[in-house]
């Protein structure tokens, strides 16, 4: 079975910097993979240049057979390929339900609608504060808008950069939660986190970078049976 995601032998950087070094992944229709490593591996690099904000030097992102390489943001949303970026940027100065508009504003602008009442079913507190402006919202407030924006545009794949950075322990809960609803309705998750724990007790794969090159993919159970994976690459 093809993957819905294919990211082959990725190359990429900034400048001359090279941060990605020959990167293969692969996220199934309906999968969460935990995308595992520590600060500087590579991780938002790659989800940048999958989404079309960084170009590819080289290699080859594959998107339901489509290639997606180096095309504009605006097609990769169409195709239904949706990032929720580190540190949610919201904008702070609009409402709730104007920064969830924006999210269908390239994808299901026809049903914007229905998608908001889907947002406020999934958030009941983004409902009640829907002319609130986003600004004024607490932290865990604003990473409810920020997903369920990207909610609005009907992802096939969500990618999640850093959802729990800056949440209580208890929110993170709530995310996590929430983030396995998703799956089980059938959505695909590229998870990209620094709770190792958390992600790997949900996800069915995991890939773990290190200085710009896959380490490891497998499953979680094979990535936590082995000392000397979790030592090197996790810190555990």
């Known amino acids: 079975m093809s993957a819905l995601l294919d990211v082959q032998a990725l190359r990429g950087g900034y400048g001359r910097v090279e941060v990605l070094r020959g990167v293969d992944l692969q996220v199934q229709a309906g999968e969460i993979v935990a995308l595992l490593g520590s600060n500087g591996a590579g991780k938002t690099t790659l989800n940048a240049i999958v989404s079309g904000l960084v170009p590819a030097r080289s290699g080859r992102v594959t998107f339901d057979g489509a290639d997606l390489t180096n095309r504009h943001y605006k097609e990769i949303v169409e195709a239904g390929l949706i990032q929720v970026p580190e540190g949610r940027r919201i904008f702070p100065n609009l409402s709730v339900r104007e920064n969830l ?136």
Do not use: C, W
């Not at 545009?153 to 949440?167: F, K, T």
């Open 101 to 236: 508009e924006l999210g269908a504003f390239v994808r299901a602008r026809r049903r914007r609608a229905t998608n908001l009442e889907r947002v406020f079913a999934t958030f009941p507190t983004l409902a009640e504060r829907v002319a609130q402006k986003a600004g004024t919202m607490s932290g865990g407030e604003q990473q409810m808008l920020a997903i369920g924006r990207g909610l609005m545009a009907e992802p096939r794949l969500l990618i999640l950069d850093e959802p729990s950075l800056g949440l209580s322990p208890l929110l993170v809960e709530d995310l996590f939660a929430l983030i396995g609803r998703l799956h089980a309705e059938g959505l695909a998750v590229l998870l990209v986190e620094q709770n190792v724990a958390q992600s790997l007790a949900i996800a069915q794969r995991a890939v773990v970078l290190e200085n710009g090159l896959q380490r490891f993919a497998g499953t979680p159970a094979e990535l936590l049976g082995s000392s000397e994976l979790k030592r090197a690459y996790l810190g555990l």
